[in-house]
């Protein structure tokens, strides 16, 4: 028997916690309902609010310099699918699970499904690997993947692709995330329109294998490892690609893939207007591709995507329906601990972007006023929606704080001892 945390421990946790947000609730509430705001429809959104995690994000992350294991990291997937458990027992936001291949490869994914069902977890976007070259791979992706100037590893490629809708399949997944690594670093080592060319051709046969109702989500990087090019570098770049090659190929926008300042908020309103915004992989940084914890450094831009993401939703903008995945990589906490906290920062951002009086908005957006429209913006930015979302994980059966109770708990002690030889195991990139 493997240890795991018991609904009548988090119930006694919360005992301790219940009347402080009683009053928190409380008081939020009558602060709200002088706004015009229904706390009550605030707490149903928050409960009704669903972000994957990433089967990689659960193994500590490393740069290129080291990687520093905790105890008691999962081993395989099946451990990572636990501790994926474990973020949504006690945080309640995160349903599902974003695998990577061939990280997540196993000979009998029907027992992966139901490990994950016996943690109420299924599956979200499938991730194809051809940025690394796996085990006893015949041709190597060091020049290209998708795009590589060989049709024999071009071919390769799309294999793999092939072998991840198949595997998605078993999973009850219906999207593939396709990120590449090609490009180049130096100008003349490469072709800027033939790669392009290359990676149409290659994702034409992708997207054709894709099974009805599955769809392919493109996602573009601006740089690493490539230094001078990438091939989908952008939202533009992705954007031709998927518009050429139809309904069922849409952009994902990665937080942290964009050149510093960039609005992405204002990509993530085109990509909604032209019905192809295929979603996320949440995570915040300072400087580049940082993979830091959502919310951690600048969560007023997280706040103003969500500014965008609930305005479609509320005035039901056609074709909107994105996927939300965390991507991040836990360098230096308990990645059980990030997950939680990443995932009730995104909530917290999508929470005080409900708050917000579209119609309100729109009256003084209409008026030219200025100061006004920003200070609409402003207000549901700075309110502290804590106690909605700790409301809204008491209700469904999760931590009132999710964090403390985990750290009580003893879980991460507990699986140190049960995975005695996780420390030299890859949980990832490494
Ligand atoms: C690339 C990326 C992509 C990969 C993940 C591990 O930087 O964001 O989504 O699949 O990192
Ligand atoms: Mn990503
Ligand atoms: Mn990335």
Known sequence: MTFSISADF?????????????????????????????????????????VAVPSWGVGTGGTRFARFPGPGE????????????????????TPTVSPHIPWDKVDDYSALRQKAASHDLTFDAVNSNSFQDAKGQKLSYKFGSLTHADPGTRAQAVEHNLECIEIGRKLGSSALTV??????????????????????????????ALPKDWSVFLEHKLYEPAFYSTVISDWGSSFMAASELGPKAKCLVDLGHHAPNTNIEQIVARL?????????????????DDDLDSGSVDPFRLFLV???????????????????????SHNVTDPIESLIQSANEIQRAYVQASLIDRAVLAAVQAESDVLGGHLLVKQAFVTDVSPVLAEARRRKSGAIDPIATYRASGYRRHKAEERPDSGTASAGIV
Not at 83 to 89: A, F, K, L, N, R
Not at 182 to 206: T, W
Not at 275 to 287: E, I, R, T, V
Not at 306 to 327: H, S
């Open 10 to 50: 988090i119930g006694a946790q919360n005992r301790k916690a219940e009347a402080a947000l009683a009053e928190d609730y409380a008081a939020l509430g009558r602060q709200l309902e002088r706004r015009g705001v229904d706390i009550e429809k605030m707490t149903a959104r928050a409960m009704a609010y669903a």
């Open 74 to 93: 999962p081993r395989n997937v099946f451990d990572k699918i636990d501790d994926c458990g474990v973020i949504h027992q006690l945080g309640r936001v």
């Open 179 to 208: 990120w590449i690594a090609d490009g180049s670093n130096f100008p003349g080592q490469s072709n800027l329109n033939a790669a392009f060319d290359r990676y149409m051709a290659s994702l034409r046969e992708i997207y054709d």
């Open 272 to 288: 909604i207007r032209a019905q192809k915004l295929a979603g996320f992989h949440f995570n915040d940084s300072k400087y580049g």
């Open 306 to 328: 969500f500014n965008e993401l609930v305005d479609a939703e509320l005035r039901k903008a056609p074709g909107f329906n994105p996927a939300y995945m965390i991507d991040q």
